[in-house]
């Protein structure tokens, strides 16, 4: 559960302080394309490695976005919001948690932010243009604001340069871990119907619904 809440995490006002300014406009751009989108759909691949345990281990995710309303998906839990509810399902544990939309303090696991992570809480660095299965790419690097109150340390961004897209996020954690995040599909303005975004229960015969 806690690599899908960290995973969605990643995946908005805008705070570049701090930042140079190649970097910034790159972002700036990239966040300017996402807003104009209606909705989007993203299917990605996260790579959690530790050489201290050994952990080597690879998911696969999901996540669909339609302005604030999200349904996200990685390994064998999900994430669904409608704006004005969120529910987490825990397919282990066969049961359901329902909270309520805080608009005011949002820490809801929206997969926009994956997308988006740049906007809020970073100063930011261009690093260099390299290339990455053929494409010239951007490598920025991101560094939390706050940095005491966070478990990474730096997040690295490679944006294809053709189209200014993300293409691939690592996270560096402190504790020797790195977290890494493969767009393997990315389509704009994908169809998505409402009741996308709306646990239906009997989709989840036997699971228990607990309420906040």
């Given at each position: 559960?806690?690599?899908?809440?960290?995973?969605?995490?990643?995946?908005?006002?805008?705070?570049?302080?701090?930042?140079?300014?190649?970097?910034?406009?790159?972002?700036?751009?990239?966040?300017?394309?996402?807003?104009?989108?209606?909705?989007?759909?993203?299917?990605?691949?996260?790579?959690?490695?530790?050489?201290?345990?050994?952990?080597?281990?690879?998911?696969?995710?999901?996540?669909?976005?339609?302005?604030?309303?999200?349904?996200?998906?990685?390994?064998?839990?999900?994430?669904?919001?409608?704006?004005?509810?969120?529910?987490?399902?825990?397919?282990?544990?066969?049961?359901?948690?329902?909270?309520?939309?805080?608009?005011?303090?949002?820490?809801?696991?929206?997969?926009?932010?994956?997308?988006?992570?740049?906007?809020?809480?970073?100063?930011?660095?261009?690093?260099?243009?390299?290339?990455?299965?053929?494409?010239?790419?951007?490598?920025?690097?991101?560094?939390p604001l706050k940095p005491s109150e966070v478990n990474y340390h730096t997040i690295v961004l490679?944006?294809?340069?053709?189209?200014?897209?993300?293409?691939?996020?690592?996270?560096?954690?402190?504790?020797?871990?790195?977290?890494?995040?493969?767009?393997?599909?990315?389509e704009k303005n994908k169809s998505v119907p409402d009741s996308k975004f709306v646990y239906n229960?009997?989709?989840?015969?036997?699971?228990?619904?607990?309420?906040?």
């Amino acid at each position: 559960m806690k690599h899908l809440l960290i995973a969605v995490l990643f995946i908005t006002s805008s705070i570049f302080a701090q930042s140079d300014q190649k970097s910034e406009q790159i972002l700036s751009e990239m966040s300017s394309e996402i807003k104009k989108m209606n909705s989007f759909y993203i299917e990605f691949t996260m790579n959690v490695k530790n050489p201290a345990t050994g952990e080597d281990s690879n998911q696969k995710g999901i996540g669909y976005v339609k302005g604030n309303k999200y349904y996200a998906s990685l390994g064998q839990n999900t994430l669904v919001s409608n704006a004005v509810k969120n529910w987490t399902i825990v397919k282990e544990e066969k049961v359901t948690y329902q909270s309520d939309v805080d608009l005011d303090n949002d820490e809801s696991m929206n997969p926009k932010k994956l997308m988006t992570i740049w906007e809020e809480g970073f100063k930011n660095k261009y690093d260099q243009e390299t290339t990455m299965n053929g494409k010239k790419v951007h490598q920025i690097s991101l560094y939390p604001l706050k940095p005491s109150e966070v478990n990474y340390h730096t997040i690295v961004l490679y944006v294809e340069a053709s189209n200014n897209q993300l293409l691939k996020a690592i996270m560096k954690t402190k504790d020797g871990s790195t977290m890494t995040y493969s767009i393997d599909v990315f389509e704009k303005n994908k169809s998505v119907p409402d009741s996308k975004f709306v646990y239906n229960p009997q989709n989840f015969p036997g699971y228990q619904l607990i309420r906040d």
